[in-house]
T-cell receptor, first 117, second 113 residues
Framework: GAVVSQHPSWVICKSGTSVKIECRSL??????MFWYRQFPKQSLMLMAT?????????EQGVEKDKFLINHASLTLSTLTVTSAHPEDSSFYIC?????????????FGPGTRLLVL | GEDVEQSLFLSVREGDSSVINCTYT??????LYWYKQEPGAGLQLLTY?????DMKQDQRLTVLLNKKDKHLSLRIADTQTGDSAIYFC?????????????FGAGTRLAVHP
């Protein structure tokens, strides 16, 4: 149980285009999902917390107009990188929270590698 | 502040035990986690420990927590080549409203014959 999928697994796009990444919880409902970004050989940095039915909460320094998050259902959150530039190239990983707030565990998706040319 | 530190690299011989160490700063952290990341993949939850525990064992994995020193370790017994990966330590501080995980930079474990 607690499987999280992401689509696509990798994407190459031209500078200036927008890219949408999907995160799905396959066998459970997730009211809260998280979006992380990982640069090569570095750790994960939390970008935003996605809450079903409400606006996402962004971490300091993350542009909410550039990284649009939509959590329209209990099993799907999407991250749209708008007007992508080469510096947005990274590995984007989502996770979904399972369990009550105090005892929660996060299960991670396999990640989406974005390359902006 | 929130900071998690790990050594960056560990090399062990197949069959030996591996010990990966981690220090964290936020004493309010209720849960501490170990995740494994294989090349090009997301993170796999290996195990976690509640802050009122000193030790947790799960098959080949043993987690030790020294809350006084804010030190966490992961011991992998009988290390195999399939254990080669990056291991991330993470804390979940109370200041994050239970939502936020703070990750270390990851320890790259290399297992050689």
């Amino acid at each position: 149980g607690a499987v999280v999928s992401q689509h696509p697994s990798w994407v190459i796009c031209k500078s200036g285009t927008s890219v949408k990444i999907e995160c799905r919880s396959l066998d459970f409902q997730a009211t809260t999902m998280f979006w992380y970004r990982q640069f090569p050989k570095q750790s994960l940095m939390l970008m935003a917390t996605s809450n079903e039915g409400s606006k996402a909460t962004y971490e300091q320094g993350v542009e909410k107009d550039k990284f649009l998050i939509n959590h329209a259902s209990l099993t799907l959150s999407t991250l749209t990188v708008t007007s992508a530039h080469p510096e947005d190239s990274s590995f984007y990983i989502c996770s979904a929270r399972v369990g009550p707030a105090v005892a929660e565990t996060q299960y991670f998706g396999p990640g989406t590698r974005l390359l902006v040319l | 502040g929130e900071d998690v530190e790990q050594s960056l690299f560990l090399s062990v011989r197949e069959g030996d035990s591996s010990v990966i160490n981690c220090t964290y700063t936020d004493s309010s952290s209720t849960y501490l986690y170990w995740y494994k990341q294989e090349p090009g993949a997301g993170l796999q939850l290996l195990t976690y420990i509640f802050s009122n525990m000193d030790m947790k064992q799960d098959q080949r994995l043993t987690v030790l927590l020294n809350k006084k020193d804010k030190h966490l370790s992961l011991r992998i017994a009988d290390t195999q080549t399939g254990d080669s990966a990056i291991y991330f330590c993470a804390e979940r501080p109370l200041s994050g409203g239970y939502n936020k995980l703070i990750f270390g930079a990851g320890t790259r474990l290399a297992v050689h014959p």
